[in-house]
């Protein structure tokens, strides 16, 4: 009788032998199994698999770090270096008169420094929130026009429009909407930055870079 021979081509073969083993550990009060190698395992590897690195990117979940990020996002995907077709600059596309309130008056500097525009955004926040306080605690957890009101939608809004736009949409319960030069609106702001924590931003009437 001839025997067959199975030819198998040159490459990556794994193969466990597992044994299952009673434990009599237990678990929330339930005793459990494990599937644990036998100590004959044999693993064969193709000679020159190269090694590869596993990274694990930490979740920003709703934190303030998620809610810049997603406002840079929608302003200009993030980038650092662009001024759009108004003269509005970098990754949070300040207005010139908005940099000056922060004495910053050299834009090509601005354009440059990522570090300048992520404390500028902070500082922003941070005088929004000040000049807003009263239209927070009177309006976050309310509805208008089917929008639910939060803290970071407000400071988003801010961010688009203003303190004083805000102020005005809210005060006028939705009636009075600022719409900007591309027609994104308030109303689009308060929904879409909803819901982050926005706990590390404090309320600074006159915020320092």
């Known amino acids: ?5 199975i ?9 466990f032998a597992f044994t299952r083993l009673n434990s009599q550990d237990t678990y929330q009060g339930k005793k459990v199994e494990f ?24 979740s920003v979940g709703n934190s303030f770090i998620a809610f810049k990020e997603a406002v840079a996002f929608k302003e200009s995907r993030g980038k650092y270096h662009i001024v759009n077709s ?25 354009l440059n420094n990522p570090e300048l525009q992520e404390k500028a955004f902070i500082a922003l926040c941070e005088r929004n929130k000040w000049r807003l306080e009263k239209e927070i605690e009177r309006n976050v957890g309310k509805k208008i026009n089917g929008i639910e009101i939060t803290e ?40 879409k930055f909803a819901g982050y924590d926005m706990s ?4 600074i009437e006159q915020p320092t870079i």
């Open 7 to 15: 030819l198998i081509p040159l490459s990556v073969i794994l193969f």
């Open 152 to 191: 970071s939608g407000i400071l988003a809004a801010a961010h688009l429009a203003g303190a004083g736009g805000v102020k005005k949409y809210l005060r006028s319960n939705g009636k009075n909407a600022f719409t900007d030069a591309f027609g994104t609106s308030i109303q689009y702001y308060l929904k």
């Open 200 to 203: 590390f931003v404090r309320p």
């Open 35 to 58: 599937n644990l190698p036998e100590a004959n395992t044999i693993a064969t590897v193709k000679k020159g698999l190269t090694t590869f690195e596993i990274y694990f990117t930490p």
């Open 86 to 110: 108004l003269g509005y600059l970098g990754k949070y596309q300040f207005g010139k008169t908005t940099l000056k309130h922060f004495n910053i008056h050299d834009t090509k500097e601005f």
């Open 1 to 5: 009788m001839k025997k067959k021979f």
